[in-house]
């Protein structure tokens, strides 16, 4: 953001949050009271047999939200990250040590990561972006007010191809905002990102407004960009979980789930991503409403899950079937390019097809700034995790090329993923979708040909 003299700032961002007014004219995000994650560590640790995982599932099962897998223990000899609480680190750390389970210390002060990752900002900072959506730094993490208002900015730019409107209130009443970029025609594919359904994933949201505005904008020597854009019609919705999201802001940074209340349990949220109505409720989900994959008491419990579910629905599945070719869910950490099914072990039919062009497009990731990303399925590669979007996205609207993608990085920084790697991680993710969609855009007109052949 620009500091120019003159330029406007917004009190209203800050009008519930006089305490957080910092010394002088600066103001310290986040203004209201947080969980403190000071002397928090975060550990690697290498299971090498059974009894290492069991171990780690019996710890979990005695520390409780002390001790949070950030990458879940699975199999012998993969890798499992955990953060631990400051008063259950000198009760673990020997334990470990006594079986032999080795770890790395990613971490030994995770409050200092999370400070590194947003840096005060001075008033004058604070710009109003509708008036002008250029003011938007694309290499700095944004409030959900700030992300709004940039998008509703968005509308004079970009007509008339394009439109911003909610597709629906959340829990907490904010109106979840999407873009949609291109002519609406019934024969234009649509590809469809979504990002931050779990709250903490900020590098996700981050990087589909990165390519929101290279879609908008792209560079006049850009031909691909220009033909991407005029070929399909693109819906983007950069944060799809604006409650949580909002929460990693005032109050938990590390905050994953929805914000919705239980009847019967004082613990809030549900996992939007074990939420969505296919095979919900099977392997990798918790029926505990204080357990991070908690999935709900019913599919599409959530306001967040069911928006996105009408609005597929309506537009793609019921009046416009077979426009949706490309279905993306934006999340992170870990570096994988990940394939239905989440649910069971086995795979779709047309998994080659879809590891192919997963393959290619995390080449061209790789290319663009040297990450390498893993392509497989989320059973095989990650883990077991029912009612997950993409399997949704696969299973019940048939779109064959449907992904989760696990952004930046692969555990060092974790969910706290300094801003220095919003535009890499963005330009990267770009390279990708170009690579997907251009892939797709052949084969459907390969199909096309085929077609008119046999007619
Ligand atoms: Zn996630």
């Given at each position: 953001m620009g500091t120019e003299p003159g330029m406007k700032w917004r009190r209203r961002m800050f009008s519930d949050s006089a305490s957080g007014l910092g010394i002088g004219n600066e103001l310290a995000y986040p203004p209201r009271h947080r969980t403190t994650c000071r002397v928090h560590h975060v550990i690697r640790l290498k299971p090498k047999h059974e009894s290492h995982l069991q171990l780690l599932k019996s710890l979990k099962n005695k520390h409780g939200e002390q001790m949070e897998f950030w990458r879940k223990p699975t199999i012998p000899l993969q890798d499992v990250d955990v953060r631990l609480s400051p008063e259950v680190i000198p009760g673990i750390l020997p334990l470990l040590n006594e079986s032999g389970l080795l770890y790395d210390v990613m971490t030994d002060d995770l409050e200092s990561l999370v400070s590194a990752e947003r840096p005060k900002r001075s008033v004058a900072d604070v710009v109003d972006v509708t008036e002008s959506p250029d003011n938007f730094s694309l290499s700095s993490y944004h409030t959900y007010d700030e992300i709004s208002d940039w998008m509703d900015g968005l509308i004079d730019k970009c007509k008339p191809d394009c439109d911003v409107f909610s597709i629906g209130d959340t829990y907490e009443g904010r109106p979840m905002k999407i873009i949609r970029i291109g002519k609406e025609s019934v024969r234009r594919p649509v590809i469809w990102i979504d990002a931050g359904i779990h709250a903490r994933e900020w590098i996700a949201p981050a990087t589909a407004i990165y390519i929101i505005s290279k879609l908008i904008d792209p560079d006049k020597s850009d031909r691909i960009a220009r033909v991407l854009a005029s070929r399909y019609t693109w819906y983007i919705l950069p944060v799809a979980n604006p409650d949580g999201y909002d929460y990693t802001w005032t109050m938990d940074r590390l905050w994953r789930k929805t914000r919705s209340h239980h009847k019967y349990s004082p613990c809030r949220g549900v996992d939007g991503n074990r939420n969505w109505d296919f095979h919900w409720g099977g392997e990798g989900t918790s029926d505990l409403p204080c357990n991070e994959d908690y999935r709900g008491d019913e599919p599409f419990s959530e306001p967040e899950t069911r928006n996105i579910a009408r609005l597929v629905f309506d537009e793609f599945l019921l009046t416009l079937q077979g426009r949706l070719a490309v279905y993306l869910s934006l999340h992170s950490y870990g570096q994988y390019w990940l394939t239905p099914?989440?649910?069971?072990y086995n795979v779709p039919p047309d998994y080659p097809d879809l590891v192919h062009l997963g393959t290619k497009a995390t080449e061209a990731m790789r290319r663009t700034h040297g990450s390498r990303y893993q392509v497989g399925s989320s059973a095989r590669i990650l883990y077991l995790a029912a009612g997950g979007s993409d399997d949704w996205a696969k299973g019940v609207l048939g779109v064959k090329y449907s992904y989760t993608v696990e952004l930046c990085?692969?555990?060092?920084?974790?969910?706290?993923?300094?801003?220095?790697y919003i535009t890499t991680t963005g330009d990267e993710m770009l390279e990708a979708t170009r690579s997907l969609s251009l892939s797709v855009l052949r084969e459907r007109r390969r199909a096309a040909r085929k077609r008119r052949r046999y007619t």
């Amino acid at each position: 953001m620009g500091t120019e003299p003159g330029m406007k700032w917004r009190r209203r961002m800050f009008s519930d949050s006089a305490s957080g007014l910092g010394i002088g004219n600066e103001l310290a995000y986040p203004p209201r009271h947080r969980t403190t994650c000071r002397v928090h560590h975060v550990i690697r640790l290498k299971p090498k047999h059974e009894s290492h995982l069991q171990l780690l599932k019996s710890l979990k099962n005695k520390h409780g939200e002390q001790m949070e897998f950030w990458r879940k223990p699975t199999i012998p000899l993969q890798d499992v990250d955990v953060r631990l609480s400051p008063e259950v680190i000198p009760g673990i750390l020997p334990l470990l040590n006594e079986s032999g389970l080795l770890y790395d210390v990613m971490t030994d002060d995770l409050e200092s990561l999370v400070s590194a990752e947003r840096p005060k900002r001075s008033v004058a900072d604070v710009v109003d972006v509708t008036e002008s959506p250029d003011n938007f730094s694309l290499s700095s993490y944004h409030t959900y007010d700030e992300i709004s208002d940039w998008m509703d900015g968005l509308i004079d730019k970009c007509k008339p191809d394009c439109d911003v409107f909610s597709i629906g209130d959340t829990y907490e009443g904010r109106p979840m905002k999407i873009i949609r970029i291109g002519k609406e025609s019934v024969r234009r594919p649509v590809i469809w990102i979504d990002a931050g359904i779990h709250a903490r994933e900020w590098i996700a949201p981050a990087t589909a407004i990165y390519i929101i505005s290279k879609l908008i904008d792209p560079d006049k020597s850009d031909r691909i960009a220009r033909v991407l854009a005029s070929r399909y019609t693109w819906y983007i919705l950069p944060v799809a979980n604006p409650d949580g999201y909002d929460y990693t802001w005032t109050m938990d940074r590390l905050w994953r789930k929805t914000r919705s209340h239980h009847k019967y349990s004082p613990c809030r949220g549900v996992d939007g991503n074990r939420n969505w109505d296919f095979h919900w409720g099977g392997e990798g989900t918790s029926d505990l409403p204080c357990n991070e994959d908690y999935r709900g008491d019913e599919p599409f419990s959530e306001p967040e899950t069911r928006n996105i579910a009408r609005l597929v629905f309506d537009e793609f599945l019921l009046t416009l079937q077979g426009r949706l070719a490309v279905y993306l869910s934006l999340h992170s950490y870990g570096q994988y390019w990940l394939t239905p099914w989440g649910y069971t072990y086995n795979v779709p039919p047309d998994y080659p097809d879809l590891v192919h062009l997963g393959t290619k497009a995390t080449e061209a990731m790789r290319r663009t700034h040297g990450s390498r990303y893993q392509v497989g399925s989320s059973a095989r590669i990650l883990y077991l995790a029912a009612g997950g979007s993409d399997d949704w996205a696969k299973g019940v609207l048939g779109v064959k090329y449907s992904y989760t993608v696990e952004l930046c990085d692969t555990g060092r920084h974790g969910f706290i993923l300094p801003p220095h790697y919003i535009t890499t991680t963005g330009d990267e993710m770009l390279e990708a979708t170009r690579s997907l969609s251009l892939s797709v855009l052949r084969e459907r007109r390969r199909a096309a040909r085929k077609r008119r052949r046999y007619t």
